[in-house]
């Protein structure tokens, strides 16, 4: 029995994906200890399934094309720079969402309450949107780029959300890679 690493995302167009890349140009430099994400890589995770047998993606699709009934494409934009669990001790740098969060919420939401009906837990923490920029390994000299995002502003394009995608990672020496499984287009 195959298993694949699934996840359940929105994604960016490569107009934004460029803009975020810059972000990520500009704050390299500052902490060597940092697995930065790669722009073909990014996106917004909705629900993160793990390891799956691929027998039950037929179900995922389901789940996920019931999970966006009745939502109708909206967008969001990307600002404000931060850290989880906070700027003092940093494990993810991250983009927060400004306009269309909301939207984001209710949309997480209805996949994963129909993704919970297929047997996958729901989160015990609230969703917080956001995307990943990268993960620290290290809070050593980490201080300047720290300095750096509390006086960075940023601010994406307008970020359409027309379908939702169903993502198989698969973990490498050089990073995850992505590929999509299914597309599921909102109403």
């Known amino acids: 029995m195959t298993e694949v690493r699934t996840f359940v995302a929105v994604d960016f167009p490569p107009a934004v994906k460029t803009q975020i890349n810059q972000i990520i140009h500009r704050l390299k430099p500052l902490g060597s200890m940092i697995r930065w994400v790669r722009p073909e890589g ?50 993810v740098l991250w983009l927060g969402v400004l306009r269309g969060q909301e939207s984001l919420k209710k949309l997480q939401e209805q996949v994963e309450a129909q993704l919970a009906e297929c047997g996958f837990p729901k989160e015990k923490r609230q969703f917080s949107p956001h995307l990943t920029l990268g993960r620290v390994k290290s809070l050593h000299g980490i201080q300047p780029l720290l300095e750096r995002i509390s006086s960075l502003s940023f601010q994406s394009d307008e970020i359409p959300v027309t ?25």
Do not use: C
Request: avoid cysteine; hydrophobic fraction near 50%.
């Open 42 to 91: 990014l996106h917004l995770t909705l629900k993160f399934l793990g390891e799956i047998p691929q027998e039950q993606l037929a179900a995922v699709y389901q789940a996920v094309e019931r999970g966006v009934v009745g939502i109708a494409p909206f967008a969001f934009v990307l600002t404000e720079l931060g850290a989880f669990p906070n700027l003092r001790r940093p494990r």
């Open 163 to 187: 379908a939702v995608k169903v993502m198989r990672s698969q973990l490498k020496p050089s990073g995850a890679e992505y590929s999509e499984l299914k597309v599921i287009d909102l109403a």
